[in-house]
């Protein structure tokens, strides 16, 4: 089975930055997204790691340790519109490539 | 930018009616998948396709459910009987496949059962 955990709420300062874990349990692994779901909107692809370390885009980075069964997605300098949740998933190897969600980290960023 | 396209954004039926939510994935993406959302809680899986069948299917995707890619553009998800508890937002996504796999979502369909 998986077992994939986040917080369920954070909040931060605009312009501030921000790092949201995410802990999972897998009876395999084959790669860890983040997604953005702004409020009855689709999730949105943010960023993709399959191989330990940290992968920088922009703002955003995510990082991967497979041995602890954790990742992490940073984002720096926030903006107001970053306010939405951030969704961890998990793809393993028993799934035809489909994936396993987190609950969600929903992010409020203040002025 | 290509998107994943879904229609209605938003369907009431009676519990007990038959519904199809239609999606029309990215035009160059092999896999189809169809995921759920209760509100306030976490997405989850239904089901996935690739070259005409069904490749996995989640606990939930019971005998009620059935999908369907009836053309070279559309894929479709079934609800024969709606329940109550089918109650959500219904996320069509579509991949090209390959290494990363990145799966691209429409923006959803929100069923309301009644």
């Known amino acids: 089975g998986q077992n994939i955990d986040q917080p369920t709420e954070m909040t931060a300062t605009e312009g501030a930055i921000v790092q949201i874990n995410c802990t999972y349990q897998?009876?395999?692994?084959?790669?860890l997204f983040w997604y953005q779901q702004h409020a009855g909107e689709a999730p949105t692809f943010l960023s993709y790691?399959?191989?330990?370390g940290l992968e920088e885009k922009g703002r955003f980075s995510s990082f991967l340790s497979r041995s602890k069964g954790y990742s992490y997605l940073l984002l720096k300098e926030l903006q107001m519109k970053d306010s939405a949740s951030y969704l961890c998933a998990v793809r393993d190897l028993t799934g035809a490539n489909n994936l396993f969600f987190g609950t969600g980290t929903r992010l409020t960023v203040i002025p | 930018e290509p998107e994943v396209t879904q229609t209605p954004s938003h369907q009431v039926t009676q519990m007990g009616q038959e519904v199809i939510l239609r999606c029309v994935p990215i035009?160059?993406?092999?896999?189809f998948y169809w995921y759920r959302q209760i509100l306030g809680q976490k997405v989850e899986f239904l089901v996935s396709f690739y070259n005409n069948e069904i490749s996995e299917k989640s606990e939930i995707f019971d005998d009620q459910f059935s999908v369907e890619r009836p053309d070279g553009s559309n894929f479709t998800l079934k609800i024969r009987s709606t329940k109550l508890e089918d109650s959500a937002m219904y996320f069509c996504?579509?991949?090209?496949?390959?290494?990363?796999?990145?799966?691209?979502f429409g923006a959803g369909t929100r069923l309301s059962v009644l």
């Open positions: 790691n399959v191989l330990d």
């Open positions: 897998t009876s395999g692994f084959n790669g």
């Open positions: 996504a579509s991949s090209v496949g390959g290494g990363k796999n990145i799966q691209y």
């Open positions: 035009s160059n993406h092999l896999y």
